[in-house]
């Protein structure tokens, strides 16, 4: 006995009266219209989503981020919202939310410490979609990185033509081991500190000490060091400046050509040159800011140029994302300026 669906026949005749309507030219109201919609809902009818893609967990302080992308397909109709769940094995999850309405989610009821899995899917108006793959994240309290203390006591040795430096590991390496020492140099006690203009070299983290061969004799120099660290992600932490040294090159070779009477001029030579050093030095402290006591010179992060006053913590709040890639995984430095952990990106 064959069986009549009822459900095929209301469509073939939907279908027919659609032809005759359309080639018979009679368009009564919106009947061939009305006939052309029914047929294209039985054709296609609508389904749940498939699963969000690329979930991402990043972990902070009592807080875990997620991102994703949206589903490949809404399933013929807009996705109205996602579920989160959430567990503390990957075999067993529970619902957390449903009211998420972008491709990102903050939970910031979790414990530090404790590892966490989560999911997501999709809503439309047919149902739940596809749940996407299983992330974990393990919220800890952040490390805030520091920078070393400067290098000390830099002291300065004259020979003919060069200069030797020595200086002491400073007493603090926030944490982190020294990567190196830069040297600095310049020529006049006015001159101002820059980075760019008064480098000199640079010596690894284990070498406390740099000779100066590059000196012409009897020329005045002040030198001064600071150490510097790599961070992982690019850049670099630099210390304050170290104490600065002055000195005054000159030949260690000695004239053998004097006589009796230069004899009796050096005590009187030398009363003149102590006066000179004693001005100059005078002059010195007063036009150098370096000796002044509120003076203070502040730890600073190489991220990019110009060099800012660092301090560093994790991305905390929903507007702070990278301005390449709009990850939140960043951190974030005391000038605005931040770092990308997903694209390596740093910004201002």
């Known amino acids: 006995m064959h069986t009549v669906n009822k459900g095929e026949n209301v469509r073939k005749i939907l279908s027919l009266s659609l032809v005759v309507c359309m080639m018979s030219g009679f368009f009564i109201g919106n009947v061939c ?169 640079t010596v690894p983290g284990d070498v406390l000490n740099y000779t100066d061969s590059t000196i012409t004799n009897n020329q005045v120099y002040y030198y001064w060091v600071i150490a510097y660290q790599s961070l992982d992600g690019g850049g670099s932490l630099w210390s304050a400046y170290s104490n600065e040294v002055r000195v005054p090159p000159e030949s260690d070779g000695e004239d053998e050509t004097g006589d009796d009477r230069a004899s009796l001029l050096l005590p009187i030579l030398g009363i ?15 036009k150098t800011k370096i000796f002044d006591p509120s003076y203070k010179m502040e730890c600073a992060a190489t991220i990019q140029p110009p060099f800012e006053p660092f301090t560093a913590r994790p991305s905390q709040i929903d507007s702070e994302v990278c301005t390449k890639c709009g990850s939140r995984n960043l951190t974030i430095y005391e000038d605005g300026s931040g770092f990308c952990h997903n694209c390596k990106n740093a910004f201002m």
């Not at 966490?116 to 990185?145: F, L, M």
């Not at 944490?175 to 070299?201: C, K, M, P, W």
């Not at 003149?272 to 007063?286: D, E, H, K, W, Y």
């Open 272 to 286: 003149i040159i102590i006066t000179v050093i004693s001005l100059v030095a005078f002059g010195f402290m007063r």
């Open 33 to 201: 219209i009305f006939s052309e919609n029914v047929v294209n809902a039985q054709a296609t009818e609508a389904t749940t989503p498939s699963a969000p893609e690329y979930l991402q967990a990043t972990a902070g302080d009592e807080l875990v981020t997620l991102e994703w992308f949206a589903p490949v397909s809404t399933g013929g109709t807009p996705i109205t919202n996602y579920r989160v769940y959430r567990g503390t094995t990957s075999q067993e999850q529970e619902l957390l939310t449903t009211s998420v309405y972008y491709t990102w989610y903050i939970d910031s009821s979790v414990t530090n410490g404790l590892t966490y899995y989560y999911s997501v899917s999709a809503d439309n108006s047919v149902g739940e979609g596809d749940i996407s793959t299983i992330v974990r994240a393990t919220p800890t309290i952040p490390t805030y990185i520091t920078c070393p203390s400067p290098p000390r006591g830099l002291q300065a040795v004259v020979g003919d033509g060069k200069v030797k430096l020595s200086w002491t590991e400073p007493s603090d390496d926030g944490g982190r081991q020294v990567t190196g020492y830069h040297i600095f140099r310049r020529t006049s006690s006015t001159q101002e500190y820059t980075r760019e203009d008064n480098y000199l070299a």
